[in-house]
């Protein structure tokens, strides 16, 4: 098992669609992220579990909610996505409380047509 | 003014030469910085880390901290084509301890 797994890898839907993007850690860490990363951009820092709170980044449009089942279990539901969201969403966990830096997942590449 | 700032390059280095890569930051209390490697169409790996001033050498990587200048370094000697990649500087923020991205340099290393 990799460290940090997503799924799935690719996502193509529409605008009406709604659709969800999974993450899971096993690397035994308490706080999970979800990151943008769009074309020339730097990575955009959405949502943050830390010990199963969640921060919130105020610019992330309402159309976007994640889930944080638990520690180990981050979610990502879309509804009525528009074309501009079409990116890179990184999913990322490390051990808060110290310099811990952040373990990547593989990424999911969302297209919205 | 931008939390971590690069230059966005490409930056083009031939192979065998020393390729170096620069980061500024805004928060003068940050503790913690490191450098991650992003390949294209990849997420992004960590490949250096480091916290006090001076330099840190880790094979071919030597990453360079100076706080009182607010900024990081990464030098990669002997480069090689396998190096072409983007490298993200990533700063944590005092406010919140959350990790804050650079825009990310390209780097090309030619055979």
């Known amino acids: 098992e990799t460290g940090v797994t997503q799924t799935p890898r690719h996502l193509v839907m529409g605008m009406t669609n709604k659709k969800s993007l999974k993450c899971e850690q096993h690397?035994?860490?308490?706080?999970m992220y979800w990151y943008k990363q769009s074309a020339k951009k730097p990575l955009e820092l959405m949502f943050v579990y830390s010990l199963e709170e969640r921060v919130e980044n105020n610019s992330v449009p309402s159309r976007f909610s994640p889930e944080c089942p638990n520690s180990s279990h981050l979610f990502l539901h879309l509804h009525t996505l528009q074309p501009e969201d079409s990116a890179l969403y990184l999913c990322?966990?490390?051990?808060?409380?110290?310099?811990?830096?952040?373990?990547f997942g593989n990424g999911t590449r969302l297209t919205v047509t | 003014q931008k939390e971590v700032e690069q230059n966005s390059g490409p930056l083009s280095v031939p192979e065998g030469a020393i390729a170096s890569l620069n980061c500024t930051y805004s928060d003068r209390g940050s503790q913690s910085f490191f450098w991650y490697r992003q390949y294209s169409g990849k997420s992004p790996e960590l490949i250096m880390f480091i916290y006090s001033n001076g330099d840190k050498e880790d094979g071919r990587f030597t990453a360079q901290l100076n706080k009182a200048s607010q900024y990081v370094s990464l030098l990669i000697r002997d480069s090689q084509p396998s190096d072409s990649a983007t490298y993200l500087c990533?700063?944590?923020?005092?406010?919140?301890?959350?990790?804050?991205f650079g825009q990310g340099t390209e780097l090309s290393v030619k055979p």
């Open positions: 990533a700063v944590i923020r005092v406010k919140g301890r959350k990790l804050i």
């Open positions: 690397l035994g860490h308490n706080a």
């Open positions: 990322a966990s490390s051990q808060e409380g110290g310099n811990s830096p952040l373990h």
